[in-house]
C-alpha cells in the first residue's frame, strides 16, 4: 500500500475512534514527515485525502486541524485492538495503486507552473484560473458532451466545496433528494445552509444523482430512467445536480449520454472531479453553474475565495491541453478492469459456497459469503473491506481493488480467503 495511504488510515482511524478530537491540532507536515520517516509530499497527500473527506480542514499559517466529531467514540481499548493490525490490503477506499499514475510527468508540470513567477504573485481568480477553465470545457466537450461556456464553469477543491458556494447562491432553501444517506459530506453542506434532506423524493426541490455510481453495489441509471428524470425534472422546474465524477471508469458498461446533455432547459449542474482520473492528492473539481446561478454566483463572488491551489491548476491546465488526461483515463481502465476480473475469477474459484458479482459500473465485487464470524473479521486480518451486513449466516461485502498493486492481486484473494476460514 501507498505510504500516504497508510498515513491517511492512521489518521482517520484516530479521529473516527476519538482520540483526536475536532479542534485538535494536526501535526505539520515538516513534524509528520520526520515521525513517520516519509517525505513531506507523502504527508501532503495523506493530508489533502483526509481534508476531501471532511475530516480535518487547514487554518492559514497555523497548520491543519481536527474538523470530525464521531457521534460515538470507539472506547480507547477497542481502538488499540485495531490499531495493532497494520492495513495489507486496501479494498475500500477506491484510490489509486502505486504504478496508475505517472508522479514524474506530473512534477514536470507543476515545475513548469512554479517558473510562471508573474501569476504566482497573486490569489487566484475566484471562479477557478480562466486556461483551466476553457480547457475544462474542451474536456467536457469531447467527453461527456456538455456544451459549456468557460465562464458557467467554477473550480474547487472537492466538491463539498464547490456545494457550499452553491447553496449561497441558491435564492432560497427548500427541500434536496439524496440517492440515500451515505454521502455524508453533501448532505452535511445542505443541512449547515438550513436545506431539508430526503431520500429518493423525485418531487423534491434539487435533486442529486450520480448516474454512473447510483448506490454503492455500482449500480448504473439507464438511459430510459435519465430521460425520465430530465423530463419530470423540467415539468417541476426542480434543480439536479449531475455529480459525474465516475463515468470515465465504466469497465462493465456502455457510456451513456450525461443528464446534461439530455436536457432542453437550464436546470441542470453538472459536478465532476479530476481526483479519480489522477489521484486523491490533486484535489480539483468543477462545476458548471445554470444562467440564474451564475448571476448570483456573480453578484456574491467577493464573498467567495478559491480554494484549489493555483500551482496546481496551472499545471493541470497544460495536463489536459497536451492531452495526457486521455492516456491517463485508459490507463486506469485498463488496469483496474483487469484487477476486477482476476479478483473476481479468484474468490469464485477459491471460495465456491459464495456468491460474488461485479457491479454494473465494473468497479467493485459484491460477495454474499456463509459466514458465522464477527464483522470485522478483515480489518482483523490487515483488509479494508466494506462490510454491508452480516446477519443470518451470510457476510455481505464490497471489495475495490483499485488500491492493490496487480501483483498484489493473489495474495489479497489468499488473505480473504484465511481471514474467513480463522473467523
Known sequence: MKKYLQLYHYYKDRIRSGQ??????????????????????????????????????????RGFFVSYAPKNAAPAAVSHTAEAVPVRYDLKSGFADDASFDVRLWHRYMNSALRQEDRLCSYSEVQGEADLREAIADYIRDKRNVLASPDHIVVGAGIQ??????????????????????FLQGIDAFCSHGFTIHVKDKDADIIYVSPSHMTRYG???????????????????????????????????????????????????????????????????FMVLTDPLLDRFREKRACFAQTASKTEQIALCGYLRDGHINTQIRKIRRAHAAKIRQLYGLLCEMVPEGRFRIGEN??????????????????????????????????????????????????????????????
Do not use: W
Request: hydrophobic share 40%; net charge negative; proline share 7%.
Open 362 to 423: 465494473g468497479m467493485q465485487i459484491r460477495g454474499q459469503i456463509p459466514f458465522h464470524g464477527s464483522p470485522d473479521v478483515f480489518r482483523r486480518h490487515g483488509i479494508l473491506a466494506e462490510v454491508i451486513s452480516c446477519t443470518g449466516g451470510i457476510l455481505d461485502v464490497l471489495l475495490n481493488p483499485s488500491a492493490v498493486l496487480a501483483e498484489d492481486i493473489p495474495s489479497a484473494a489468499a488473505a480473504i480467503v484465511e481471514s474467513l476460514q480463522d473467523a
Open 20 to 61: 483526536m478530537r475536532r479542534g485538535d491540532r494536526m501535526p505539520s507536515i515538516r513534524k509528520a514527515a520526520a515521525l513517520f520517516s516519509v517525505s513531506t509530499t507523502t504527508v501532503e497527500n495523506a493530508y489533502f485525502s483526509l481534508q476531501a473527506e471532511g475530516y480535518i480542514l487547514p487554518s492559514p499559517k
Open 161 to 182: 466545496s464547490l456545494f457550499h458556494i452553491l447553496c449561497s447562491v441558491l435564492p432560497e432553501t427548500g427541500t434536496v433528494s439524496f440517492p440515500d444517506r451515505s
Open 219 to 285: 449500480k448504473v441509471m439507464p438511459i430510459s430512467r435519465r430521460l425520465e428524470l430530465v423530463a419530470h425534472s423540467e415539468a417541476r422546474s426542480s434543480l439536479i445536480l449531475e455529480d459525474d465524477f465516475d463515468n470515465d471508469f465504466l469497465y462493465a458498461s456502455k457510456p451513456t449520454p450525461s443528464l446534461y446533455a439530455l436536457s432542453s432547459t437550464d436546470n441542470i449542474v453538472y459536478l465532476s472531479s479530476f481526483a479519480n482520473v489522477l489521484t486523491p492528492g490533486i484535489h480539483i473539481s
